[in-house]
């Protein structure tokens, strides 16, 4: 008995099932629904979707852009979390020095409002 050659043919393991509860199940096509929510959990609502129609973790990595890894992070978190685990978890590192209200704060005084020096221009223009 030796190594199997190329012409052996390497089954893939059959996929555990992957069944997701009403309540689970409403909730994510409600994400999906949702016109504000962000596009990376939106694409973990349909990976998982995906899943619980039976959709090979390969085919569903390709139509959605990421990694078969990818697929199983987000099945797993899921299993273990619920729909709470798919948001992105804290990043290490320096915590932010800026509020969320604040920074919100920065963006409207600095995108909707002119300041009474700035020179004319197409923003300031006299009435004629």
């Known amino acids: 008995m030796g190594w199997p050659t190329n012409d052996a043919v390497i089954m893939p393991r059959p996929v555990a099932d992957f069944v997701l509860t009403p309540t689970d199940k409403s909730a994510l096509q409600g994400l999906l629904r949702k016109g504000t929510t962000p596009n990376r959990l939106a694409q973990r609502a349909r990976i998982l979707l995906s899943l619980a129609e039976r959709v090979p973790p390969k085919a569903i990595s390709a139509q959605h852009g990421t990694s078969v ?40 005084l600095t995108t909707q409002r002119i300041p009474a020096e700035a020179p004319l221009g197409h923003n300031r223009c006299p009435v004629l």
């Open 69 to 108: 890894a990818s697929v199983f992070r987000w099945r797993a978190r899921f299993e273990e979390l619920g729909v709470d685990g798919l948001v992105d978890l804290p990043r290490p590192g320096q915590p932010r020095k800026l509020s969320d209200k604040k920074v919100r704060e920065i963006l409207t």
